[in-house]
């Protein structure tokens, strides 16, 4: 079942909580991604960066990283490693993986140019994220 399977009406993201400024740090990475795609976007606020499923997750999605106010696809991240598409499919399952186990993390919305976005502040999706990155 994907989080966007069925509409879901999550609580609004408090304005003044930790969270939200995180999400603020990347509000101007977040709008250009936004002006990229259509799909629904799902971000996790990780240390210092956010990871962003986009699509509909676990089933169809790709991820992006926004790291010093800069938006890289994974795919694009791991063609430029040189990764093998076997290797690029397997890590792709390790996101499909991850986001399965924490399905039932608290998830919130909130707007950003007038967009919904989903807003997952998931410490160990974001672990689990970053690992399978960082195993590039």
């Known amino acids: ?11 609004e993201l408090g304005a003044d909580s930790p969270v939200a400024k995180q999400i603020n740090e990347v509000e101007e990475p977040l709008k250009t991604l936004m002006g990229q795609v259509s799909d629904p976007l799902e971000v996790i606020p990780a240390d210092g ?34 990764l093998e598409p076997v290797k690029i499919q397997r890590l792709n399952e390790q996101f499909r993986d991850a986001y399965v186990q924490n399905q039932d993390a ?24 970053t690992q399978i990155m960082g195993s590039m």
């Open 49 to 82: 960066q956010a990871y962003v499923f986009i699509g509909k997750p676990p089933k169809k999605f790709g991820v992006a990283v926004i790291d010093s106010g800069e938006v890289q696809s994974f795919v694009a991240a791991a063609k430029e490693k040189g």
């Open 1 to 11: 079942m994907g989080l966007f399977s069925k509409k879901v009406d999550y609580p």
């Open 106 to 129: 608290q998830r919130y919305k909130t707007s950003i140019a007038g967009k919904e976005i989903v807003v997952t502040p998931c410490a160990e999706l974001a672990r689990e994220v």
